[in-house]
């Protein structure tokens, strides 16, 4: 199985400090990705960094990739209680059309 | 539309009915994915749709779940003989093609509740 791990299970911080979520993949992947879910329902993508990226940002968030480490991290600066939710990562394997998804991370930012 | 739409958003059924789920992809996605969710799990593969090629099926659990798609456009996911196992929410997600440059937009699930 592809299958990725998130670590932590479950965050809680106060808004203004910094969040940041790990993720572990097993096999070789052409890409990996961030995904946000409110409430059980849809996910929302937030971010895809490529197998030869090392680091990308989008607005709050930073994604790094260690492919030596099969890990990536995801940053979410100056946190807001908006951004509450559950954070899958999910991989895109070599040689596979679909993503494997973790079980998540669930942030509570508190006001 | 403006994005993924999903019917019914509920729908509880009875152990052994029949049930349809459906999902409307974003106009010219050529991609189309279900994954259905237990609660407080990841997601779970189920069945890939890319243009005119054979669905990829390698992630229904059982022959009891079939998956079409018409036209390159709206797909349906039918699961027969209901059981309590498959409670869970299903997924529908579609992507502009395979790649490594596309994320997927997801619709906002279909909750199956097998009583």
């Known amino acids: 199985s592809q299958q990725g791990e998130e670590d932590p299970q479950a965050l809680s911080i106060q808004e203004g400090e910094n969040a940041t979520m790990n993720c572990s993949y097993k096999?070789?992947?052409?890409?990996l990705q961030w995904y946000r879910q409110n409430s059980g329902r849809g996910l929302v993508h937030l971010i895809l960094i490529r197998s030869n990226e090392r680091e990308k940002h989008s607005g709050r968030l930073r994604v790094t990739l260690d492919t030596s480490k099969k890990s990536s991290s995801l940053l979410i600066t100056a946190s807001r209680a908006a951004d509450t939710a559950s954070y899958f990562c999910?991989?895109?394997?070599?040689?596979?059309?679909?993503?494997?998804f973790g079980k998540g991370t669930m942030l509570l930012v508190s006001p | 539309g403006a994005g993924v739409s999903q019917s019914p958003s509920n729908k509880v059924t009875e152990k052994g009915k029949d049930v349809e789920l459906r999902c409307d992809p974003i106009s010219g996605h050529t991609a189309l994915y279900w994954y259905r969710q237990s609660l407080g799990q990841g997601l779970e593969f189920l069945i890939y749709f890319q243009g005119n090629s054979a669905p990829d099926k390698s992630g229904l659990p059982s022959d009891r779940f079939s998956a079409e798609r018409t036209g390159g456009s709206v797909s349906t996911l039918t699961i027969q003989r209901t059981q309590q196992e498959d409670s869970a929410v299903y997924l529908c997600a579609s992507s502009p093609g395979e790649g490594d440059f596309y994320g997927y937009t997801f619709g906002s699930g279909t909750r199956l509740t097998v009583v």
């Open positions: 999910a991989s895109r394997g070599s040689g596979y059309s679909t993503l494997t």
């Open positions: 096999t070789s992947i052409n890409n």
